[in-house]
């Protein structure tokens, strides 16, 4: 248990102090998350909470990070420069059935 809540910590300390304001009960999670990240399966609406306003939106292209779980939602953040303006880091929420794992690629 302590496995799943420590990595999606680690990995938003490691984004930077704006990631890293997640509490560590928003980023315990139920399941395995991919640490490779997820890729949207459509352009998606990154909320600002579950099922909440926009904060704009993602992209298949954009790589996005799970650090927190709540119900059928993940709060994610996302990786990259977004080609829609959402800048590195920037923390959000989308529907775990709207994402899909990206692959991890073992170049050695």
Do not use: F
């Amino acid at each position: 248990m302590m496995r799943r809540t420590v990595l999606p910590l680690l990995l938003a300390l490691a984004a930077g102090p704006a990631a890293a304001a997640v509490s560590p009960t928003t980023a315990a999670t139920a399941g395995p998350v991919n640490p490779c990240g997820y890729h949207p399966r459509q352009n998606l609406k990154l909320r600002t909470e579950p099922a909440g306003p926009g904060r704009g939106v993602v992209t298949p292209r954009d790589t996005l990070y799970v650090v927190g779980e709540r119900g059928d939602w993940y709060q994610v953040r996302v990786a990259n420069q977004s080609e829609t303006g959402l800048q590195p880091n920037t923390l959000g929420w989308v529907a775990k059935k709207n994402i899909t794992p990206a692959t991890c690629m073992n170049l050695s």
